[in-house]
């Protein structure tokens, strides 16, 4: 069970969020919000009752949760990124995580970043040889595109692979 925040005359200025609220605003839904409480990323506020408040902190604070889920960042990355700190014994203990954490996190986002640039690329060479086909009547086979100028070229691209008639018996 979450640990629960003092309500402070300070927290209570601020504006809160009761679970289904907070999950609208983040386009996801409570259960979401719980996992990500069970999985230790989120301590929101508890009253008395038990009913979760989220403050515009604790709803900033899913959002990164979120960008770093979309990015398909491990979320063993991101539950180390939230609990580094208060788990750590020191502030030198502390950026020592944080930075080693961080320069993974770096270095796997730019490994992504590659893979969709080369992906952008892929696509684009794609569009530019499908367009050619614009007007095309015949069939869409390889027996009717054997002597097609885009046929020649389907090597260019990758995604041909998968939008290419796959290797069957002809007509």
Wanted: glycine share 4%; proline share 5%; hydrophobic share 30%.
């Amino acid at each position: 069970m979450a640990k629960q925040r003092n309500n402070t005359p300070a927290d209570q200025a601020r504006p809160v969020y009761k679970i289904g609220e907070a999950a609208e605003r983040l386009g996801t839904t409570p259960r979401t919000l719980r996992f990500y409480e069970e999985q230790g990323m989120l301590n929101p506020f508890r009253t008395a009752r038990g009913t979760r408040l989220y403050s515009e902190d604790d709803i900033a604070r899913l959002r990164v949760i979120q960008h770093l889920v979309r990015l398909d960042v491990p979320l063993r990355t991101v539950h180390e990124l939230a609990v580094a700190r208060p788990e750590s014994r020191s502030g030198n203990e502390a950026s020592h995580k944080v930075f080693s954490l961080l320069k993974e996190l770096r270095e796997d986002v730019e490994r992504k970043k590659q893979e969709c640039e080369d992906a952008l690329h892929q696509i684009s060479t794609a569009l530019i040889l499908v367009e050619q086909c614009f007007g095309c009547r015949k069939k869409p086979t390889l027996q009717s595109c054997k002597r097609c100028p885009v046929e020649k070229q389907t090597n260019r691209s990758r995604l041909f692979h998968l939008i290419w008639d796959q290797n069957q018996a002809t007509e």
